[in-house]
C-alpha cells in the first residue's frame, strides 16, 4: 500500500514539474534584465522581447554612450519607460550585483534573465574567460538569488548566450571556444529537475552560429598567431567565405526558447533558420561514464 502511494507522489510530481517546465511562458507584465543589450544580438533580443508584451528590461552594458542612446531608441519606439540603462561591468563581482539591484528596486520584480555579453579576444584571454565565463556564471547566480521561489522571487527563466563553438571545436578561438562549452556545461548541470523543483527558475542555453554584428566585423584580428602564425590569415579567410545570419534572426530564437524551451534544453540558430533543441547521450550513456 506504501509502495502504490509512493507511486502516485512521484507521478504528481512529476506531472507537475512537466507541466511547468513545458507550459508557454507568457511575457505579459513581465521584467528582463538583458547583458550586453547596447548593439547585436542583445539589443535586437530586447526589441523582440518588448514586441511581444514585456513590462520593462534592465539593459546593462559596459559601454555607457551605445547603452544610453540605445535606450533612448527603445523608449521612443515602445514607449516612455519601458527600458532603464546600467552601466556595469559584468566582469566586476560588485557592479555586477548592484546592475541587479538597481534592477530590483526600479521594478520591484524580475522574471527573465539574458546572460548575453561576451567578447572575443583571444589575445586576452584571461579577461574572455573573466567576462564570457565568470561573468555569465554570476549572472546566472544572481538571476536565482533574485528570482528563486524559496528565495523571495516569482520563479523565471534564464537564457544563457553559448555559441556553436561551445559544442564543436574552433582551431582559431580555442579559449572562446572553451568559454562557450563551460556556459553550456554549468547550464546543463544547473538545468537539472533537482535544481527547478526547488526554485522554479528554468535555465536555458543557446547557441548561436555566426552572426553579423558590431562584434562579428573584425573577428580575424582577434585571434592569436602566438602559437602559430597562420592562425589570423586563416581566421580572415574562413569569415570571408562565411555565411552570416542575422542578429534578428537569433532574437526571434531567443523569444521561442524563452517561451517554449524546457528547463535545461539547449538550442542551437544558425544560417538563419528557426532554432531547434538538441539532445546530448542520455542517461544510458551517464551510467557507463559513472561506472568507468
Ligand atoms: N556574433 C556572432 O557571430 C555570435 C555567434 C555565437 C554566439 N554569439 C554570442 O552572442 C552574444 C552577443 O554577441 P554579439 O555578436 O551581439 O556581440 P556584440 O559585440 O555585438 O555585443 C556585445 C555587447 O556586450 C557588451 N559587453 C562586452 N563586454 C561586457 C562586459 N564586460 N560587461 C557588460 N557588457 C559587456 C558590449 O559593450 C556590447 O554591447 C555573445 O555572448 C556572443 O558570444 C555571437
Known sequence: ???INLLFLLLALS???S???TREFDFKDK???VTGGAEGIGLQAISEL???GVKGVTLVDINANKGQEATKALNEKFGKSKVIFVHADISSEQQFEDAFKTSINHWKVLDIVINNAAFVDENNWRMIINVNAVGTLQGTFLGLKYMSKNMG????????MSSIVGIIPAPIFPVYSATKSFVLSFGRSLGDQVHYGYNEVRILTL?????RTGGSVDIANLTSNTFNPHIIEIAAEFITNAVMQSASNVANAVVHVLRTGPNGSVWIVKDGEPPFQIDFPGNGSSQKINNR
Not at 547557441?207 to 552572426?211: F, I, R, S
Open 1 to 3: 500500500m506504501q509502495y
Open 15 to 17: 506531472v507537475k514539474y
Open 19 to 21: 507541466l511547468l517546465t
Open 31 to 33: 521584467i528582463a534584465l
Open 50 to 52: 518588448l514586441q511581444n
Open 153 to 160: 522571487g516569482r520563479g523565471g527563466v534564464i537564457l544563457n
Open 207 to 211: 547557441c548561436p552560429g555566426l552572426t
